[in-house]
């Protein structure tokens, strides 16, 4: 598909039965997550794609363009959101999908994660995607445009697994905003599990050993 976003992609053993879509965050790239490949140790092959946002101006650093899934309009980024921007990624993160299962992998073998802004997104789109996919990482991240939730999702999604991780002590994307999102989720009754740890805006091994038990008895 030759309107995709560009992306890495690597394989972890022969003839994959499963694809792993991972966001990055605001202003970095598709690279800054492939050394987890070699920390999770999954026994099965595995496809990972990882995306490179497009370049937009983004409103709260002063209009510099760089790499967003959409504008962060204030330093409240639960308040007044980029509809529009969210919208348009969900739309790039549905044509990755949609390669994954031409290729022959399962939408419940194709999974979403993203850190941050691509934690975001992986919630948005993965509860919003057509297709039962096999689970949805959010790192660091929160649920964007919730009111759009209850008309948008599908039954499916209800039931599909979601691992929401976040630092305590995170100055970027506050904690009580994480744990706000993953509340409200539990509260309407989707599969969620929730992780919290002694850190910043960042990912520790703690969380990485975590997010492979996850995967491996998903996978």
Not at 19 to 46: K, R, T, Y
Not at 82 to 109: C, M, P, T, Y
Not at 178 to 205: D, I, N, P
Request: charged fraction near 20%; proline fraction near 5%.
């Amino acid at each position: 598909m030759s309107d995709l976003l560009p992306h890495i992609m690597l394989l972890s053993g022969r003839n994959p039965q499963y694809s792993v879509i991972w966001l990055h965050g605001l202003g970095a790239s598709g690279d800054d997550f492939v050394p987890i490949v070699d920390e999770i140790h999954l026994p099965q092959a595995v496809r990972y794609i990882f995306p490179h946002a497009p370049k937009r101006p983004v409103t709260i650093n002063g209009g510099f363009i760089m790499p967003a899934w959409y504008d962060i309009r204030s330093a409240d980024i639960g308040g007044e959101q980029d509809e529009a921007g969210i919208n348009a990624s969900q739309q790039e993160v549905e044509k990755l999908i949609a390669q994954e299962i031409a290729r022959g992998i399962a939408a419940n073998h194709i999974f979403l994660a993203g850190f941050s802004q691509g934690g975001a997104i992986a919630l948005h789109s993965g509860l919003r995607s057509k297709h039962k996919l096999g689970g949805i990482l959010a790192l660091s991240a929160y649920l964007p445009l919730a009111h759009s939730l209850p008309q948008a999702t599908s039954e499916d999604a209800l039931s599909t697994a979601i691992f929401m991780a976040h630092g305590r002590n995170d100055p970027v994307v506050p904690y009580m905003l994480g744990r706000a999102s993953a509340e409200e989720l539990l509260k309407r009754g989707y599969a969620l599990e929730w992780h919290e740890y002694a850190m910043q805006h960042t990912v520790c091994m703690e969380e990485v050993d975590a997010i492979a038990q996850w995967l491996k008895q998903r996978m």
